[in-house]
C-alpha cells in the first residue's frame, strides 16, 4: 500500500523549499502517494513559485485577506485543513520551517492523527520575541512533530537540548540549496525567458558592482529601518562605481521610509518586488546582499555572494560561524563600514564569498524521501 503525504505551505518561502520535495515524492509515485495543500497565507508571491516549478495544488485554501491578522488566520488555517484531513487522511503531514501555516498546520495534523514532519526543524534564536512569531511557531511545531528535519547538526543539537529522541532527528542540509541549484540552471538555460529578467536587465548597468538590498521584517521597522536607510544613502555617496538595487517590500512601514529617504539617490535602484526566478538571477548578478532575510543566509553563499545580516540576532548561526555572513544590525555606522571594507578589500571579500556553504549540497530531498520510503 502506498504511504499518503500532504504537503501544506503558504507563503513563497516555504513554496521554494518545499516544491523540490514534492517533486522528488512525485518521482517515487509507485511507493507515495503525495498531494500538495495550500493555505494561500501570501497569495500572488506563491503563484509565481508555484508557476515556475509547475506544481498545481491538490487543495486550495486561498486565506489571503485584507488586513488579515494573526488571530483570524491561526483560526482559518486549522478550520480549513479540516475538511482536506478527513478527506484525504494523510499519513504524513510536511510542514516547514515557522511560518503561522506552519504553526497552525502542524496543530490541525495532530489533531487528525497524522505524523507531523517538520521540513527545517531546530532553528532558534532562544528568545520567544525575535523573531515574531516565528521563533514561537517553530517551537510549537516542534512540540507536535513526530520526525524533524533539521538543516544543520547545530539545529539536531537544538532540538536534543529540547529532549527530542535522536531517532526521530534525521540532518538533511537545507532544500533550500536543492530549490536553489535548479533554479539558477533553469534560468541561465537558453530557453527560459522571463520577463522581470529582461527588464532587470534593460533597468540596471551591469558594468558596476551591483549590490542588492532586501529588508522588510517587523522588529526592524520604525527607526530601523531609518538607520537602514541612512546607511544606504551613506553607501552609494561613498561609492560612486556602485549600484545598490532594492525591491521594496509592499509593506507601508517599509515602503515610506524607503522612498522618503532613497527615492533620489542616481545609483540606488528602488523597485518592486520580484518574482523568484528574477531574484535568483539577480542573486547571480549581485557583488554583495545586505539583507535581513533568513532565506538569502542560506542560499547567497552557495553563489559566492558575501551577507551582511541587518539583524540583532539570527537562527541561523552556522553561516556566521563560518563567516559567510556577518550580523550589522541596524547600526547605520556598521552597515557602512563593514560594507566599504568588503568593496574596497579584495582580500576579505574573497575570504567570504569562497567559504563553504554550512546549509547543504542540494541532495537534501533524497534524504527526506529516502528515511521515510523505510519508517
Known amino acids: 500500500m502506498k504511504k499518503k503525504n500532504l504537503i501544506v505551505f503558504g507563503t513563497r518561502p516555504e513554496a521554494i523549499k518545499m ?8 518521482k517515487q509515485h ?48 486549522i478550520t480549513g485543513l479540516k475538511p482536506v484531513l478527513e478527506d484525504f487522511h494523510p499519513d504524513y503531514v510536511y510542514v516547514h520551517g515557522d511560518t503561522t501555516t506552519t504553526m497552525a498546520t502542524s496543530l490541525a495534523a495532530f489533531y487528525a492523527g497524522a505524523k507531523v514532519c517538520h521540513v ?15 521563533e514561537m511557531n517553530r517551537c510549537v511545531t516542534g512540540v507536535v512533530s513526530e520526525i524533524h528535519f533539521a538543516p544543520t547538526t547545530t539545529s539536531r ?12 532527528i534525521l540532518v538533511t542540509g537545507n532544500t533550500v540549496i536543492d530549490a536553489l541549484e535548479f533554479s539558477v540552471n533553469k534560468v541561465k538555460s537558453e530557453s527560459y525567458k522571463d520577463h522581470e529578467v529582461e527588464k532587470l536587465k534593460e533597468l540596471l548597468d551591469t558594468s558596476r558592482r551591483l549590490v542588492l538590498v532586501t529588508g522588510h521584517r517587523r522588529e526592524n521597522h520604525g527607526q530601523g529601518f531609518i538607520n537602514i536607510c541612512k546607511a544606504l544613502r551613506q553607501l552609494a555617496e561613498d561609492n560612486a562605481d ?15 521610509p524607503v522612498y522618503d529617504l532613497l527615492g533620489d539617490i542616481p545609483n540606488i535602484k528602488l523597485i518592486a518586488p520580484l518574482s523568484y526566478p528574477a531574484f535568483v538571477w539577480l542573486m547571480d548578478q549581485s557583488y554583495l546582499i545586505i539583507t535581513d532575510s533568513g532565506g538569502v543566509q542560506e542560499e547567497a553563499p552557495s553563489l559566492g555572494k558575501p551577507v551582511l545580516v541587518m539583524r540583532d540576532t ?15 544590525g541596524t547600526d547605520a555606522t556598521l552597515i557602512v563600514s563593514e560594507a566599504n571594507k568588503l568593496l574596497a578589500d579584495e582580500r576579505a571579500y574573497k575570504e567570504m564569498s569562497k567559504l563553504h556553504n554550512p546549509y547543504g549540497d542540494g541532495k537534501a530531498c533524497i534524504r527526506i524521501v529516502d528515511h521515510i520510503s523505510k519508517n
Open 19 to 26: 516544491a523540490p520535495l514534492v517533486k522528488a515524492f512525485q
Open 30 to 77: 509507485e511507493h507515495f502517494e503525495t498531494k500538495v495543500c495550500i493555505t494561500a497565507q501570501h497569495r500572488e508571491m506563491l503563484d509565481q513559485v508555484l508557476s515556475f516549478f509547475e506544481i498545481t495544488p491538490d487543495y486550495d485554501l486561498d486565506l489571503m485577506k485584507p488586513n488579515q491578522n494573526l488571530y483570524g488566520l491561526t483560526a482559518d488555517i
Open 120 to 134: 527545517e526543524a531546530g532553528l532558534r534564536t532562544h528568545n520567544m520575541k525575535s523573531p515574531f512569531p516565528e
Open 157 to 168: 543539537d537544538n532540538l536534543v537540548a529540547e529532549n527530542k529522541s535522536q531517532e526521530s
Open 242 to 256: 556602485i549600484e545598490i538595487v532594492y525591491p521594496v517590500h509592499l509593506n507601508p512601514n517599509v515602503q515610506k
Open 314 to 328: 539570527t537562527e541561523r548561526p552556522e553561516a556566521v560561524d563560518a563567516g559567510t555572513v556577518k550580523l550589522v
